[in-house]
């Protein structure tokens, strides 16, 4: 068997909110409770494992891979949340998306300050 991300955890300020954000921005669907986490599944099945936190949160970076049209479908749902969102992950390109590598790139922060970014063709392709 080839080796493969399962999953990994989230530590979050609300594991709940946070993981239901995402799942909705996304189109997933609803997270599972599993144990004491709340899970999204992604379509690849590496687990996004949501746990609250119970100190301080270190700001980490999730990229999802998706298509054109998906895209289209998250960027009009952060657009529809008035979420800030950047092009770059330094957020100095406030208000604008990038076109790295041919494809389409977008970042955006989830309830716990996470860096999300969502890109349509991997980056160096």
Known sequence: MPVQLNHTIVWSANRTR???FLAAILGLPEPAKVWRFDVVQ???GVGLDFADAEGPIQSQHFAFLVSEA???AIFDRIKGQGLLYWADPMRRRQGEINHAD????????DPSDHLMEVIT????A
Request: aromatic share 20%; charged share 30%; proline share 10%.
């Open 18 to 20: 946070s993981a239901r």
């Open 42 to 44: 992604l379509d690849n």
């Open 70 to 72: 998906d895209f289209d």
């Open 102 to 109: 041919g494809g389409r790139g977008v970042y955006f922060p």
């Open 121 to 124: 063709r991997p980056y160096g």
